[in-house]
């Protein structure tokens, strides 16, 4: 999972509840180390010696350092090396030039790493590369920083602010802090254990001293003793999530045996209460996790117990119905809450397919890899969804409703990513017409498809049915029938809007910009694509993202803001790559790229041209998403 991180300034506080405790003279060396820009970085020390946590101290300190951004890539939850490359590039180029990019838990998939990073190094060497790992990488040049554990006053500091205060109050508290902490090795996550765990029961177990290597481990298991024996059983249970969960897939996955009814929820909130997992954010969007070293903890005591075959399926048939769900419920009013709820669960739905591969048959991970078609097509993850579906239909040939949906979806991502070749047939047969390619590719995955619509049901159907109206405004434009082509657009527009549907009703706001342009009508273009731009972006569309910012930037180009229009094109050649597609972003593929820029080469002198372009380029996503907002068309 991939995200950016808000810069901060050197010395800025954090919020009380996370002060940052000491560490000083290794956030001096690590910066200095990624100043010097030698080769990548790596942190090394044991679990939950604090790794990432001064890994995110640093960037935050760094500021404005790092102009085109800071992406952290979270790879605990990722167990397929295949899925690395694809992982690092979507956050490598959706920073800008000069960007730090985190890899955070790159142990179990050292080899992996070493590649990708090898290959950033060659292909994107504006980037700083700054990785978490228990044991160095290997990397060319790799910059080794090896954390130790905190000294003594460090520890004592750390206990105290995470502690309840009047249990560390005064000399007497002080005194406990450095009693407790002398156990705890200098271990950060075993001493903010330690804490909580004393504020809520303060009866902890004596302590002895012992080797460092097992601390953490040993502070757990304390922990655990202090747990009721139901409330170990769902600790256990709730390892089997990636990533985290909220309370209704907590529910589901771990309820059975003595853990009925309400029991689950009640139990949730006493090891919420007892730090052993931590809840994020509020009400019913209220999402639940465990550090990684609680989570090995519960792993293997699940393990123990015999069941974690019995979680891992009752897991996997969770996501599968949330999948189902989602398919179902894609075209209609729920889609962002669709598209956000299954970003924040993309840990998860990879866990749970991996099980399901595992499974003699495979029939349900047919089921739910092809069910998620929504969510590898519209929301940014073809090349994922594409290795799973080709690995779920290897592993079954049998005919059969579950294969229909999967080999459907399978077409459907395929093209997404391959057809940029009949795409340009498409567009070389409307001759003499500067259409976006991207139309023409959207056009190409409409027509093949249209013999791989499924017939079970869900939302496979009903969003052929309205690619099917997307293409025919495309073709319509293609042809010159701008008018019919607005027409068309709008007819799409209109069923989107009754069922209170978003991602393709973006794309009917795209196709009408596109005939309003080729109409001549630039300022309803803009405003149509702005349009666009701000659905597929709120979605989590890359590829819908770059389309809208190109078409804006056409329009643009035809008012008063040559100069803005120059930045926005400048600003998409960098999604296109960002969405897997980076021939779409480059002039020598795209017939209405290289129009949009000869115009505005023209407008604003080759040189100008230039600058505003490289302008552009070293935006982040973000950054561009905000200019196409403010840019006004102009007369």
Known sequence: ??????????GEPLPDADRFIGRREELDALGALLAAGTGPVTLTGPGGVGKTRLALRAAQEAGAAYPGGVRLVELAALRDPALLPGTIALAAESAGPAALLILDTCEHLRAACVRAITELQSDQPWLTILATSRQPLGAPGEQILVIDPLPPQDAVELFI??????????????????????????????????????????????????????????????????????????????????????????????????????QVLRLLGTLTEKSIVRKEGAGPGARYRMLDGVREFGAQWLAELGEADAVRHSHHDYFRWLARRGDAEWLGPEQQAWSERLSADHANLRIALEHGLEVPGRRTVLDMAGSLWFFWYACGHAQEGRRYLERALAGEDAPGPERSLAAWAHALVTLTQDDLDAAEEVGAAFAGRLLPLAGASLAVRGEAARSLVPTGGGGGAEFFRLLSLALRAYLLAGQGAFSRAARAADQLRTECEARGELWMRAWGDYFRGLAELGLGSAERAASFARGALAAKWRLHDVLGTAAAVDLLAAALAHGAEPAGAARLLGASSRLWPAAGLPQLGALETSAFRRACAARLSEALGAQRYAEEYAAGRALTPEAAVALAARETFGT
């Open 1 to 10: 999972m991939a995200a950016s991180l808000p810069g901060a300034r050197k």
């Open 161 to 262: 602010a995470r502690a309840d205060p009047d249990l560390v109050r005064g000399e007497a508290g002080r005194s406990l802090a450095a009693e407790v902490c002398a156990g705890q090795d200098g271990i950060p996550l075993a001493i903010e254990l330690a804490a909580r765990l004393r504020s809520v029961l303060p009866a902890v177990p004596p302590q002895s001293r012992p080797d460092r290597h097992r601390t953490l481990r040993t502070s757990i298991g304390w922990s655990h003793e202090l747990c009721t024996p139901l409330e170990r059983l769902l600790w256990a249970r709730l390892a089997v999530f990636a990533g985290g969960w909220d309370a209704e897939a907590a529910e589901f996955v771990c309820h059975g045996g003595p853990l009925q009814g309400d």
